[in-house]
């Protein structure tokens, strides 16, 4: 994408509102066919702002390494060649035939031992003792940084989580999932509400997805959610009352080398068709980090409900929650202060400084990425920035923190940003 014209395209530099995610008018996924042709100007117009979900044909990971090297000549999982470069590696691994709360449980194997179970499991006939491994979450691009795995599309560049957990240098929400024939994914919606992307390397996966709010009437009568949205008990009005209120869900049949969108906010349930293997990321930017903080609130809010007995004895009652907050999502509120402050500060220098794209490549790709969607959406990125900064500033939750800990002061921040922002638009 040519840097210039991108720069000049007005849809960045509008102050959208804050979307609500949707429903498909007629309940269609789009499916973008060439690279050549669609712009990150469309894909954030037509599919980020209005949280609708999509899917890229396998022309836009037709050059990765791993689906060059990781997949057999008739589309197979190469397993001879993952064992090879990975064997050594511990991997988490899940059972899909057992239930924990509303997941499977995991334990950690050696790649070279969950190897050996995915052949013997093929040998019989998809088949096992042990029940249906699958492979989840794994880390295996921070764990193997040298390994010609994939190219993160530019559609995703935009990528707040991994920015901030790469600055901070703890995490990352970049995975690779490798499951057999019959593995799945139960029903849930991503981390933070964040949006995702998936690509198959190969095999064939089958989404049911719904839009944000849907999943409202598939709770049961206790106020949860479903484990299988396929399951028969969804149907019986005593356990699930507003059922049939719901829409159906989207289905998605995602084929070798197709890349699918999920909107922020939307639950879905996966099923792999085939031997499959994908790569998985997770992502916040400036289209949906206003969902994200409406997550965060609704979860110190339903922490504080279960607490709230506690309250007058506790000293320290608000800072606990905010612990058992951090403790489930993985995040509290003085932490998502940093993660706005670092997202900022980044765009900042590079409208204060500029870049040098040689540079910013070899030393730090989220100024690159910046630098590559241009200074107009580094604006778009500050000024939604500046209104859940403004928001979480003014939140009493957040103002009964100790908040000297943080530098510079909210107060401080958010004049840096509006100063930045006002030079850039002169």
Request: hydrophobic residues 35%.
């Amino acid at each position: 994408m040519d840097r210039a014209t991108f720069a000049c395209s007005t849809a960045f530099f509008r102050d959208f509102g804050n979307s609500s995610p949707g429903a498909l008018p007629g309940g269609q996924v789009d499916f973008i066919d060439k690279a050549d042709s669609f712009t990150y100007s469309d894909f954030f117009r037509d599919y980020l702002i209005p949280n609708h979900p999509c899917v890229f044909s396998a022309k836009f990971t037709e050059d990765w390494g791993s689906r060059k090297n990781w997949v057999t000549w008739d589309g197979k999982p190469n397993l001879e060649h993952l064992l090879h470069n990975f064997g050594e590696a511990v991997v988490p691994v899940a059972n899909c035939d057992v239930k924990e709360y509303n997941s499977n449980p995991k334990e950690q194997l050696p790649f070279k031992e969950f190897v050996e179970y995915w052949r013997e499991y093929i040998r019989n006939g998809h088949r096992s003792s042990r029940g249906c491994l699958y492979l989840k979450d794994w880390h295996l691009s921070r764990a193997f940084p040298e390994q010609d795995v994939y190219t993160t599309p530019v559609y995703f560049s935009s990528d707040w989580l991994n920015e901030y957990w790469d600055a901070v240098a703890v995490d990352d929400f970049r995975f690779v999932y490798m499951g057999p024939k019959g593995s799945w994914t139960p029903f849930h919606a991503d981390v933070f509400r964040s949006y995702s992307w998936s690509a198959n390397v190969c095999g064939r996966k089958r989404w049911l997805l719904y839009p944000a709010g849907q999943e409202e009437f598939l709770k049961d009568r206790h106020g949860n959610l479903p484990f299988d949205v396929t399951a028969p008990d969804l149907r019986d009005k005593r356990i699930y009352p507003r059922y049939s209120q719901s829409q159906p869900p989207l289905e998605i049949l995602q084929e070798a080398g197709e890349i699918v969108f999920i909107p922020s906010g939307w639950h879905h349930q996966v099923h792999n068709l085939e031997d499959t293997i994908s790569i998985n990321h997770n992502w916040v930017n400036g289209c949906n980090v206003a969902v994200m903080w409406s997550f965060l609130q609704d979860e110190l809010a339903a922490v504080q409900r279960e607490l709230s007995q506690w309250k007058d004895p506790m000293d320290d009652w608000h800072l606990q929650c905010q612990l058992i907050m951090k403790s489930c999502t993985g995040i509290d509120y003085k932490e998502f202060y940093n993660f706005l402050k670092v997202i900022a500060e980044n765009r900042i220098s590079v409208l204060e400084k500029g870049l040098d794209e040689e540079e910013s490549s070899s030393q730090n790709n989220s100024r690159a990425a910046i630098s590559t969607l241009g200074m107009l959406h580094a604006v778009f990125d500050l000024k939604r920035t500046v209104k859940v900064l403004s928001s979480l500033s003014a939140n009493e939750d957040f103002r009964r923190l100790d908040l000297s800990s943080l530098c510079p002061a909210p107060e401080a921040l958010l004049q840096h940003l509006e100063a930045a922002i006002d030079t850039a638009l002169l």
